[in-house]
């Protein structure tokens, strides 16, 4: 298979997921009785893949539910449908 076009967005360039990312994972969290900060989880775990997370969370806080991705996933995803906006583009930013 050839490509034409091969777009990677770094979170924060094209769309920026990372906030509503983070409102699943509080909500999520909050149903198993821990409280995180939006600070503290950019803090700790931007930049990292949902499984180091859940590992980290469960070294700190205990096992989380076997079904904790799947009700993440189910959270995350209409948040992305409803809420997932473009980023604007600056001038700054166009290709020349």
Do not use: K, N
């Not at 920026?16 to 699943?24: G, H, P, V, Y």
Request: net charge negative; glycine share 6%; aromatic share 8%.
């Amino acid at each position: 298979m050839r490509w034409d076009l091969v777009i990677f967005d770094c979170d924060g360039v094209l769309i920026d997921s990372e906030l509503l990312a983070i409102r699943a994972d509080q909500e999520c969290l909050a149903e198993c009785g821990i409280e995180l900060a939006v600070e503290e989880i950019l803090e700790r775990y931007t930049g990292i893949s949902f499984a180091g997370m859940v590992a980290d969370l469960e070294a700190r806080h205990g096992p989380l539910p076997a079904d904790f991705a799947d009700r993440h996933r189910l959270r995350l995803w209409p948040l992305f449908e409803q809420e997932l906006r473009a980023i604007p583009a600056s001038p700054q930013s166009s290709i020349r």
